[in-house]
């Protein structure tokens, strides 16, 4: 079966500091990967997503940046955090066509103080 | 672009039904999917409609009207663990989805 692991579940971060947040897949081939960013109480923006090795479409222009280093990795990073960056970061894949179900990690909770 | 409404909260009661509506502007729609989030948790997969009418799994049914670009999540014998966030998506082709800002369900006793 698959699975998606996704690491912190918590971090707290000073503002100016790098992150690197990072997303693995297992169980499948060629996952479509997605970043989406939740603020507290809010729904679910897209950041990026990935339909293969070195393939990063980006939706919204901010101080992050994603890349994918192997066929089942995503990783999210930012090399100066802004407090605005504070959010509930989920990582997904989906299998076939972009649009089509996406299951979700476990999320990390990032507060940027 | 894309843009889906849903109300912000409902509330119901235990054993009760449900429904929580979502209406969406979208160019080239290919389907209404449904997710459910508990507080502090992730989103999971509960639905997806691509045709008009009605779908059921087992408590929870989603129906989709394409000409009025109009769905529905309903939920029967409510119970207190549905109490979440329940969130529209739609997606053109093959493109990513885009979610509804979500509604909280909060089932009381």
């Known amino acids: 079966s698959q699975t998606i692991h996704q690491w912190p579940a918590t971090l707290v971060q000073p503002v100016g500091s790098p992150l690197s947040l990072e997303c693995t897949v297992e169980?499948?081939?060629?996952?479509?990967l997605y970043w989406y960013r939740q603020a507290a109480g809010r729904g679910l923006q897209l950041l990026f997503y990935?339909?293969?090795?070195?393939?990063i479409s980006s939706e919204v222009p901010q101080n992050l940046s994603a890349s994918r280093p192997q066929d089942r990795q995503f990783i999210l990073s930012s090399k100066k955090l802004l407090l605005s960056d504070s959010g509930f970061y989920l990582c997904?894949?989906?299998?076939?066509?972009?649009?089509?179900?996406?299951?979700f990690g476990n999320g990390t909770r990032l507060t940027v103080t | 672009g894309q843009s889906l409404e849903q109300p912000s909260e409902v509330t119901a009661v235990e054993g009760a039904i449900v429904q929580i509506n979502c209406t969406y502007q979208?160019?080239?729609?290919?389907?209404l999917s449904w997710y459910q989030q508990h507080d502090g948790g992730a989103p999971t997969f509960l639905s997806y409609?691509?045709?008009?009418g009605l779908e059921e799994t087992g408590r929870f049914s989603s129906f989709l009207s394409r000409s009025d670009s109009y769905g529905y999540l309903l939920l029967q014998e409510l119970q207190m663990k549905d109490s979440a966030s329940y969130f529209c998506?739609?997606?053109?082709?093959?493109?990513?989805?885009?979610f509804g800002k979500g509604t909280r369900l909060s089932v009381i006793a």
């Open positions: 997904a894949w989906s299998v076939g066509r972009v649009g089509s179900p996406l299951h």
């Open positions: 169980g499948t081939s060629n996952p479509n």
């Open positions: 990935s339909v293969g090795i070195g393939q």
């Open positions: 979208t160019s080239g729609f290919y389907g």
């Open positions: 409609n691509a045709l008009d």
């Open positions: 998506a739609t997606n053109s082709g093959n493109t990513p989805l885009v």
